[in-house]
């Protein structure tokens, strides 16, 4: 498990920019999505996580120790995969491998042969000739050997080709499936955010705005159609201000963050017959500013 404690983060140069998050904790059993727009805090706070940032106040912990201080303890169990961390392109593949295998505490001989071949990863040849989805396999392949417990993906999908997207995607989600590891994954796509993530956490301006499961999540944001059931009726729906509401006197159009079996009750008993509409992962996240 890891936990964020009374976190805050600013700059050295000072800008507007300045993430804080009071608490929160995943106990890294499947996929954790991390959403927000751009310069929202997502790899500013996995950088945190890794312990490749120190925290201006606050802590972040993995089993009971400080990323940051305990660097050394966590980096093989917590590895953080960016592009904003390439890989030198002088060097082979193969001198990764035998780099990282070496220092690592535990190694996955079996799957490291497994991946050079289901990668088709051409170990003899430099980085940097290497296509971006052949470097993202590479960065998969060393971070995954090594056993981790929770693996950090920053944004390292979102413009593969689509065969190095498919092996990538298939390939952790057989190992979340096994529980082999867990995964915290940056990523604004909302189409495999739907498919593979069961956690999300969404940042807004530096800010945790939520986090949940993806199930729990997609059930407590809801669109829905509000009908009187009587002309005559005045209908009082002040209960809902700061909702996102259109109301006529008798049609309307809500948009709810915080759908329950008591708000329904509220609205039927205010003479509201209500019907839920198609909301998409994407349209619920636009809410947030995202």
Same mark, same amino acid.
């Given at each position: ?149 929770? /693996? =950090?993906?920053?944004?390292? #999908?979102?413009? @593969?080709?689509?065969? !190095?997207?498919?092996? %990538?995607? *298939? ?95 509220? /609205? =039927?008993?205010?003479?509201? #017959?209500?019907? @839920?509409?198609?909301? !998409?992962?994407?349209? %619920?996240? *636009?809410?947030?500013?995202?």
């Amino acid at each position: 498990m890891f936990r964020v404690h009374q976190l805050t983060y600013i700059p050295s140069d000072k800008g507007s920019f300045r993430l804080e998050i009071p608490e929160f904790t995943w106990d890294g059993r499947g996929v954790l999505a991390l959403v927000g727009s751009n310069g929202s805090g997502k790899s500013t706070l996995m950088s945190l996580i890794a312990g490749l940032k120190k925290p201006t106040t606050g802590t972040c912990t993995f089993a009971g120790y400080n990323t940051f201080f305990s660097y050394d303890k966590v980096k093989f169990n917590l590895p953080l995969i960016s592009w904003d961390i390439p890989l030198s392109p002088q060097l082979k593949p193969k001198s990764y491998l035998k780099l990282v295998r070496d220092l690592a505490s535990k190694w996955n001989h079996e799957l490291e042969n497994r991946l050079l071949d289901e990668f088709s990863i051409p170990t003899d040849q430099n980085i940097g000739s290497l296509s971006r989805g052949e470097q993202a396999k590479v960065k998969i392949l060393l971070a995954s050997c090594s056993s981790p417990e929770i /693996l =950090l993906i920053d944004e390292l #999908t979102s413009d @593969l080709d689509t065969d !190095s997207r498919k092996k %990538i995607f *298939n390939f952790l989600d057989e190992q979340v499936f096994s529980e082999t590891f867990g995964i915290i994954w940056a990523s604004n796509v909302m189409t495999d955010v739907e498919k593979y993530a069961t956690h999300i956490a969404v940042l807004n301006k530096g800010k945790l705005v939520a986090s949940e499961t993806l199930d729990d999540f997609k059930v407590r944001h809801q669109k829905i159609a509000l009908h009187s059931i009587s002309p005559e009726r005045k209908i009082d729906l002040s209960f809902l201000r700061g909702e996102k509401l259109s109301w006529d006197g008798q049609n309307g159009l809500l948009s709810t963050k915080e759908f329950s079996k008591d708000l329904e009750k509220k /609205l =039927l008993a205010e003479g509201v #017959t209500l019907s @839920l509409l198609p909301y !998409s992962l994407a349209e %619920i996240i *636009n809410e947030y500013g995202v």
